[in-house]
């Protein structure tokens, strides 16, 4: 069974410019979530989306946004990008494993640098 | 928002010690998760507890969820260099989401032959 996918791996770019991340997840899950890890923050949630629709979103400012496709692969955009948004954008899909058990599997993420 | 504390933020230690890291909230957890992320990958899910004062045992991994669902341990036998990486503990925030996962800053254990 394929793990989740997320490309690209690296990225670079320059402050003002936009960006789109892909994450393809494990077939069958059609939960899919965003997060960003950076050292001081850590690992903070950004949104979810299930069945092309987007279900929870944290608290990050609009310039960043997503979408899930029909065969659930998700796309997460940052416009007007920040040198603050230098960051491992990871994705994870899960699934209910029972009462209060999520199994969430994650990709190896895109890192992404803003020069 | 419920927060979660991990400590210590950093250990260093010699191949065959042993070590615990610990995960501490003030509010009560539905669940906990354990995550081990390695440099370069995503965090894997170690293990999920539910049930206060409930123990579980991976190979020289134990976890143990406190009676009051509001603290966890982990606890590694004669850790190994393959045993390097940033623990993180979760939990699942509710709201009907199933992938709304909030994190503690992780403990990042280096392991050193």
């Known amino acids: 069974k394929a793990g989740v996918t997320q490309t690209p791996r690296y990225l670079i770019k320059t402050r003002g410019q936009q960006v789109t991340l892909s994450c393809s997840p494990i077939s069958g899950h059609r939960s899919v979530s965003w997060y960003q890890q950076t050292p001081g923050q850590g690992l903070q949630f950004l949104f979810e989306?299930?069945?092309?629709?987007?279900?929870n979103k944290g608290n990050f400012p609009g310039r960043f946004s997503g979408r899930q496709f029909s065969n659930s692969r998700s796309e997460m955009n940052v416009s007007t990008l920040e040198l603050g948004d230098s960051a491992l954008y990871l994705c994870?899909?899960?699934?209910?494993?029972?009462?209060?058990?999520?199994?969430?599997?994650f990709g190896q993420g895109t890192r992404l640098t803003v020069v | 928002t419920q927060l979660l504390e991990q400590s210590p933020q950093f250990l260093s230690i010699q191949e065959g010690e042993n070590l615990t890291v610990y995960c501490n909230s003030s509010s009560v957890f539905s669940s906990l998760q354990w995550y081990r992320q390695e440099p370069g990958e995503g965090p894997v899910l170690l293990v999920t507890?539910?049930?206060?004062?409930e123990v579980k045992k991976l190979k020289r991994l134990t976890f143990q969820f406190g009676d009051a669902r509001k603290d966890s341990s982990l606890h590694i036998t004669a850790a190994q260099p393959g045993d390097t990486g940033l623990y993180l503990c979760a939990n699942l925030r509710y709201g009907g989401s199933q992938g709304n996962l909030i994190f503690g800053k992780g403990t990042k254990l280096s392991v050193k032959p």
């Open positions: 994870a899909s899960s699934f209910w494993a029972g009462k209060d058990r999520v199994e969430a599997f």
């Open positions: 989306y299930f069945s092309e629709t987007q279900r």
């Open positions: 507890v539910v049930t206060g004062g």
